[in-house]
Each structure stands twice: as structure tokens, then as C-alpha cells.
């Protein structure tokens, strides 16, 4: 079974930092590609930033510059690293398994406060 476990969210002022993490098992990790996503209050789903298995990256234009996702097979992990929060990336956090059958955990709440 895949399970995806999202970690390190809360409560942030802008202009702060906060690394998220991912907790991967289930499947092979180093062979899918792997993306987090994110929902703002009353908002839909919005991709933030992927990284393939051959380690590839891509970010969605917003979060270009302030953002880094990484990813550390030898422990199954995946990382969003991000910097200079702004208000408007207040958001639930989701890590997904973006390859094969896609799947999505539980997602970290992060609140940046202005």
C-alpha cells in the first residue's frame, strides 16, 4: 500500500522559512516521479513543484527563486524547502506520487501570517 506522509507545517511569518518533508512507502520511491501540491482556503489544487526520478525539477512559476524541492532516496524522503513566505502561500501541502498510479497523503497545513 502507498502511503505518503506530509510533515512540518504551521505557523510561519512572512518573509520566514520552513523545510516540509514527505515520509514515502509502499513502493519503489526512486523510481517515480514526485511533486507537492498545494490548496489555498477556498481555492482548488494547484501543483507547485516536481521532481523526476531521474532527478529533473520543475516549479510552477509563483514559487520560482523562493522554493526548492529535493528528494533523498537512500531514505525514501521527499522536501519542499521554502523561502521568503509570503501570505499568499498559506495553503494545506500535499506530497504526490506523480508517476504510475498517482497518489496523494494527508496534507501539512502551513500558515504564513502577515
Known amino acids: 500500500e502507498v502511503q505518503l506522509q506530509a510533515s512540518g507545517g504551521g505557523l510561519v511569518q512572512a518573509g520566514e522559512s520552513t523545510r516540509l518533508s514527505c515520509a514515502a512507502s509502499?513502493?519503489?520511491?526512486?523510481?517515480?516521479?514526485m511533486s507537492w501540491l498545494r490548496q489555498a482556503p477556498g481555492k482548488g489544487l494547484e501543483r507547485v513543484a516536481d521532481?523526476?526520478?531521474?532527478?529533473?525539477?520543475a516549479y510552477t512559476d509563483f514559487v520560482k527563486g523562493r522554493f526548492t524541492i529535493s528528494r533523498d532516496n537512500s531514505k525514501n524522503m521527499l522536501y519542499l524547502q521554502m523561502n521568503s513566505l509570503k501570505p499568499e502561500d498559506t495553503a494545506v501541502y500535499y506530497c504526490?506520487?506523480?508517476?504510475?498510479?498517482?497518489?496523494r497523503g494527508q496534507g501539512t497545513l502551513v500558515t504564513v501570517s502577515s
Open positions: 504526490q506520487k506523480t508517476s504510475g498510479t498517482r497518489a
Open positions: 509502499g513502493f519503489r520511491f526512486s523510481s517515480f516521479a
Open positions: 521532481i523526476m526520478n531521474d532527478g529533473k525539477i
